[in-house]
Structures are given as structure tokens and as C-alpha cells.
């Protein structure tokens, strides 16, 4: 166990809807990171929030955003989906200069 | 611009073999290189880590080598076991304060028993 919770572990929805993943790092961690990993590749990293603030940006869409509230749990919405969006989404956090440890993600599924 | 290239992308080995999986990354001001097994369902787990200071760090039947000068960094899997099969990723972590994270493509790792 890592220490990461993320919620929902599935979610199904159809295209055009919105829908918010969450995570819980880990106890005292500060950085939350967002990853997507469509099938059978690797991680795509997403943003990156750290003490509440943002603090590093990947290839994130237009259509998702994220923000990491004062409990230091994060949310990843993510808006007017698309069948692409179907992946794997994670979440890691990180505690000063020590590694990331990963939740074991949400599925999403577009249809 | 920030790229971590990992080969092979498949590996099969016989039991008992050793397994070894190459990352090149090409941001010289990366300094902490980890490694993560994922399994079928699960998320990436942290097996191994590196830091730039060190060459080469061993864990019971895992060891990871770092070449700075040549940006190549190694896993090394000795007397492999049927629960070695997963996916592999190295990462490379950028230097300063954004703590960012670049990951490889990833290598299944099959071992035949």
C-alpha cells in the first residue's frame, strides 16, 4: 500500500460530460502529480501541484484542470470528454526530496 | 526538448536469467533516477532508486547503474522469478525546484518459467 488513495477506482460516462478524479496523498507528502496512461502506453505526466499552488505543467488539456485544496488533496476535473480521454488516470505524491509514490488510479472509460 | 528513451520494449527471459532494461534521458540537469514496476491493475511501485552522486546502488536481486557522463542509466534483474513479469519505467527528475518527473516508455518484462 502507498499511502495514495484515489477515488473512484472506475468511472464510465458518455462523451461531452464532465466528471472530477480525486486523490489523497500521502500522510504529510506536499506535491500531488496527475499522470494519464492510455492503453498500453506510458505515463503522460499532467500537472503538477505543490502545497496548493501549481508548480509544474505537462501536456494537459484545455479541457482538464486541477487544484489541490488546504488538506493538500487534489482533484483532476476533467470536461466535455472525449472517446480519447478514455485512459488510466494516477496521481503520485512526493515529500520534499524523497520519490513519488503512486495511487493505484482511476479508470476511465468514454462511451 | 526533456526525453527519457527505454529499451527493449518487450523483454522475455528464462527463469533464473538475468534481465537488463537501458534508459538514456537528455536533460543533464536531472539528478534522481527512479524505477517503478507496474503490475496488471495497479500503479507504477516504486522497486529502485539513484541518485546522481552514486554510481551504482544494489538491493537483493535489483541493482541500478548510472552512467552521468553518457546519461545512460541500467536495471538490472538477477535470477529472475515469474513474479519479475510486469511493466518496468525509469524517470529521470529534473533538478530544480519543480521536482518534474520524465518518464521511459516502459518495458514488459515476460519471464518463462
Known amino acids: 500500500d502507498s499511502g495514495v488513495t484515489q477515488t473512484p477506482k472506475h468511472l464510465i460516462t458518455a462523451t461531452g460530460q464532465r466528471v472530477t478524479l480525486r486523490c489523497s496523498p500521502r500522510?504529510?507528502?506536499?506535491?500531488v502529480y496527475w499522470y494519464q496512461q492510455s492503453l498500453d502506453q506510458g505515463l503522460q505526466f499532467l500537472i503538477q501541484?505543490?502545497?496548493?499552488?501549481?508548480?509544474a505543467k505537462g501536456n494537459i488539456l484545455e479541457r482538464f484542470s486541477a487544484q489541490q485544496f488546504p488538506d493538500l488533496h487534489s482533484e483532476l476535473n476533467l470536461s466535455s470528454l472525449e472517446l480519447g480521454d478514455s485512459a488510466l488516470y494516477f496521481c503520485?505524491?512526493?515529500?520534499?526530496?524523497?520519490?513519488?509514490?503512486f495511487g493505484d488510479g482511476t479508470r476511465l472509460s468514454i462511451l | 526538448g526533456e526525453n527519457v528513451e527505454q529499451h527493449p520494449s518487450t523483454l522475455s527471459v528464462q527463469e533464473g536469467d538475468s534481465a537488463v532494461i537501458k534508459c538514456t534521458y537528455s536533460?543533464?540537469?536531472?539528478?534522481?533516477f527512479p524505477w517503478y514496476k507496474q503490475e496488471l491493475g495497479k500503479g507504477p511501485q516504486l522497486i529502485i532508486d539513484?541518485?546522481?552522486?552514486?554510481g551504482e546502488k544494489k538491493d537483493q536481486r535489483i541493482a541500478v547503474t548510472l552512467n552521468k557522463t553518457a546519461k545512460h542509466f541500467s536495471l538490472h534483474i538477477t535470477e529472475t522469478q515469474p513474479e519479475d513479469s510486469a511493466v518496468y519505467f525509469c524517470?529521470?527528475?529534473?533538478?530544480?525546484?519543480?521536482?518534474?518527473?520524465?518518464f521511459g516508455t516502459g518495458t514488459r518484462l515476460k519471464v518463462l518459467a
Open positions: 503520485a505524491s512526493s515529500g520534499g526530496d524523497g520519490p513519488q509514490h
Open positions: 500522510s504529510g507528502d506536499l506535491s
Open positions: 501541484y505543490y502545497n496548493g499552488e501549481e508548480r
Open positions: 536533460d543533464s540537469a536531472s539528478n534522481y
Open positions: 539513484i541518485r546522481s552522486n552514486v
Open positions: 524517470a529521470a527528475r529534473h533538478q530544480t525546484g519543480t521536482y518534474k518527473y520524465i
